[in-house]
């Protein structure tokens, strides 16, 4: 299921992600509104009181100014919610004249809430700083009216914001708890629909590499009466589709290779006879030599496409034995260099004194493999008109190593050279199937085959096999 991470955090960013931005904008408002009602209610609750206690000081206010004021003094001295709110009287000036919070009026406020009522004679709020205290604070001033029209103050009501942005923070918190185990919740139920989703479709992704790599025929168990089922259904019949084409195709080739030995065995045996002939002239002589080299290519051919049917059917064994590996590798050699030499091309062996064991391996399969090796390279890397063969000792295993001086393989064909029928960009005939049946008979012998671009240029095949199988 790694593979399906991408779908797993597409379906998070879509689901889980906007809900969680949407679900922040909703907690945003909620204590928006909630910030907002309780401002409101706040500043509301303080203009009533001021509305009311101004109207109650009406009969004060045509008192003299001294009476007045000491009438201010002793009703804050008495206000009995000096706790929570705060009682000012101001006089026309701006200056505190009495205070609930003490005997002696502190320092006057600055805020504009008393300029306005006083200039306007209206109730005037403010919701801010208090530039005194540092506090933030809801205030009310409204003015006090002498009956000649004068003012002759200001009450004030000042109250902290410091409960309510405590309530404001406790709605916000529990708000985002809220969002949180939503968001739980969504995330586990999404969770579960998501593995419902995700481990059959890696059930499916996994069968299919299995048929893309050659299990054609593999069925997937479908449980799921959906898209999903139809996915599988359909991967099935082209899975059995697939297995019937390349049996169908495996039963021709090998139908064909069968019929193509007899007529190709002929033409060797009549070929090597009227080449023994001393009274043929040059140009017939030519002609019969080119019949008999593309006899034994095709007969190669009808080889490799042989052995590849019984890789196919599994029917491809080995016949083991104790073997002088080093033996055959140098006699494949020697025989292949004067092959060679007719077309210019010097194989050159690398010896060591490297002291290499018996192994119990088929003869004359690693003589296939060699010789594939050597033609390929013969064939592919020709231009470069050198050739290096070595057979070395490392780390308990048996090192084979072939070295051309061509112009290599494209870097990204390297990986699919050793796949059947596979060409690449080389413009050299062939079936396409050689390699993949050298690489089937290393892996019998529990080795390895791999093909690389060398330094300085050229292909580097190394085989390595184990000294015990």
């Avoid at 200056?95 to 006083?118: H, K, N």
């Avoid at 190709?264 to 080299?293: C, F, H, K, Q, V």
């Avoid at 080795?447 to 292909?459: I, M, Q, S, V």
Wanted: aromatic share 8%; proline share 3%; with cysteine.
């Amino acid at each position: 299921m790694k593979k399906l991470g991408g779908l797993r955090k597409r379906w998070l960013i879509n689901s889980v992600g906007i809900l969680s931005v949407l679900g922040l904008i909703c907690v945003l408002i909620v204590t928006m509104v909630f910030s907002a009602y309780y401002y409101s209610g706040m500043t509301s609750d303080l203009e009533y009181r001021a509305q009311t206690m101004t109207a109650f000081f009406g009969s004060y206010v045509n008192q003299s100014y001294k009476e007045f004021y000491q009438s201010c003094v002793d009703y804050a001295k008495t206000f009995e919610q000096k706790n929570t709110i705060e009682l000012q009287f101001i006089d026309a000036d701006g200056q505190l004249v009495a205070s609930s919070y003490g005997s002696w009026p502190g320092q006057s406020p600055t805020t504009p809430d008393i300029r306005l009522a006083i200039s306007t004679l209206k109730i005037e709020p403010f919701n801010g700083i208090d530039p005194a205290s540092g506090e933030r604070i809801i205030a009310v001033s409204c003015p006090m009216v002498h009956s000649n029209g004068e003012v002759v103050g200001v009450l004030r009501y000042v109250s902290s914001t410091r409960l309510i942005d405590r309530q404001v923070t406790t709605i916000c918190l529990l708000s985002l708890v809220a969002l949180a185990v939503v968001l739980a919740i969504v995330l586990v139920s999404s969770n579960y629909y998501i593995r419902s989703i995700l481990v059959p479709m890696d059930d499916i992704i996994d069968k299919a590499k299995r048929i893309a790599n050659g299990s054609y025929g593999i069925q997937i168990q479908a449980k799921y009466d959906d898209e999903i089922g139809d996915l599988a259904q359909t991967i099935n019949e082209m899975s059995v589709q697939i297995n019937r084409n390349e049996v169908i195709q495996r039963d021709f080739i090998s139908s064909l290779s069968h019929e193509l030995r007899t007529p190709l065995t002929a033409i060797a045996g009549w070929t090597e006879t009227i080449l023994a002939d001393d009274t043929l002239n040059p140009d017939t002589e030519r002609g019969m030599r080119i019949i008999s080299r593309e006899t034994k290519r095709l007969t190669e051919m009808v080889v490799q496409l042989l052995d590849f049917t019984r890789i196919q059917d599994d029917r491809m064994t080995l016949n083991i034995r104790e073997t002088d590996i080093r033996g055959e590798f140098e006699d494949t050699v020697y025989m292949y260099s004067s092959r060679l030499s007719q077309d210019g091309i010097m194989l050159e062996y690398l010896d060591n004194d490297d002291d290499i064991p018996e192994i119990p391996c088929d003869p004359e399969r690693l003589r296939q493999v060699f010789l594939n090796i050597l033609d390929n390279a013969a064939k592919h890397g020709g231009e470069g008109k050198r050739i290096d063969a070595s057979m070395s000792l490392e780390d308990d295993m048996i090192v084979v190593r072939i070295r051309d001086y061509g112009p290599g393989i494209p870097e990204d064909e390297l990986p699919l050279v050793k796949k059947k029928f596979y060409k690449g960009s080389s413009k050299t005939r062939g079936t396409g199937i050689g390699l993949a049946v050298c690489d089937e008979i290393i892996g019998m012998h529990q080795g390895t085959l791999t093909l690389e671009n060398a330094e300085g240029g050229g292909t580097l095949v190394t085989v390595c096999l184990p000294t015990v199988q």
